[in-house]
């Protein structure tokens, strides 16, 4: 089991950035997918951005494509999402997940299901 700790959220202004990172716990970090997710109040949980175990395979929502970046390091079991040109709509509690453990699974594009999510982090883009 991999446990998550969300850090990075802060208050910023529209158009600017922030880096948001989940640290993993646990020797087998490395051969997780992960995501990122967010939930704005009175709206459903929104997957971002996942990434497979060696990073071959990357999923963007449409609403931040070419904004958000998602990148690993293994080596110090960390994800992290760059988030360029912020929007006050970008403003919600993120979420970092474990999905699957499978690399082979993952390699053929399967990352999912998500758990194990961690404590969040709020981000806020004031226009």
């Known amino acids: 089991q991999v446990q998550l700790v969300e850090s990075g959220g802060g208050l910023v202004q529209a158009g600017g950035s922030l880096r948001l990172s989940c640290a993993g716990s646990?020797?087998?970090?490395?051969?997780?997918?992960i995501g990122w997710f967010r939930q704005a109040p009175g709206k459903e949980r929104e997957k971002v951005a996942t990434i497979t175990w060696n990073g071959g395979r990357i999923y963007y929502a449409d609403s931040v494509k070419g904004r958000f970046a998602i990148s690993r390091d293994n080596a110090k079991n960390t994800v992290y999402l760059q988030m360029n040109t912020l929007k006050p709509e970008d403003t919600a509690v993120y979420y970092c997940s474990a999905g699957s453990p499978s690399t082979a699974a993952q390699n053929m594009g399967v990352m999912g299901p998500f758990g194990s999510w961690g404590q969040g982090t709020q981000v806020t883009v004031s226009s």
């Open positions: 646990g020797r087998t970090f490395s051969s997780y997918a």
